[in-house]
């Protein structure tokens, strides 16, 4: 019951810090229209993006996934586990794309990277983006000591029952 419990709390903890970033990151894109909508006042220049940059689609689809794996860890039986688990890990795989594009940036211009906005090989993220990621590591850890100890109740059982 306890380590059920701890999932449970610990995904939503995770969930509200996401959240947060996630309100933090769209305050930052409120803020950058309005300058982009002033300057245009000003100089009649418009300053065009091609789509969400990697670091707000990253956010938006890691608040996604936290969201399903709460709705998850919710839920009884495998059926937690294992819509818990697939989720955290898409999650691990989107923070490894994300970083992947640091280093391809790197890749391409290797003295201009250093001036580009990043946190912990992030471009874009912050020191909470890295917190999140190292809870979400910490809450896979603890779904596969769950897996492991309810395998181990289940070899003793089958034990037990052979031995009997």
């Given at each position: ?19 947060l ?7 930052r ?9 002033e ?62 594009d ?5 890749e ?12 912990g ?19 896979i ?15 003793m ?8």
């Open positions: 019951m306890l380590n059920r419990l701890s999932i449970k709390a610990f995904t939503l903890a995770i969930f509200l810090a996401a959240s970033n996630l309100v933090w990151q769209g305050y894109m409120h803020r950058a229209s309005v300058e982009r909508h300057m245009f006042q000003r100089t009649g220049f418009v300053w065009c993006y091609w789509g969400p940059s990697l670091d707000e689609s990253a956010r938006f689809f890691l608040e996604l996934l936290l969201i399903v794996a709460l709705i998850g860890s919710w839920t009884r039986g495998f059926k937690r586990r294992a819509v818990s688990f697939v989720c955290l890990a898409w999650a691990v795989v989107i923070y490894f794309f994300w970083w992947r640091y280093f391809l940036l790197a391409i211009s290797e003295s201009e990277v250093r001036f580009s906005p990043q946190f090989y992030l471009l874009g993220g912050n020191y909470l983006d890295l917190c999140i990621a190292a809870w979400i590591a910490c809450l850890l603890l779904h596969l000591r769950l897996a492991v100890l309810s395998m181990f109740r289940s070899l059982r089958l034990t037990a029952e052979i031995l009997t």
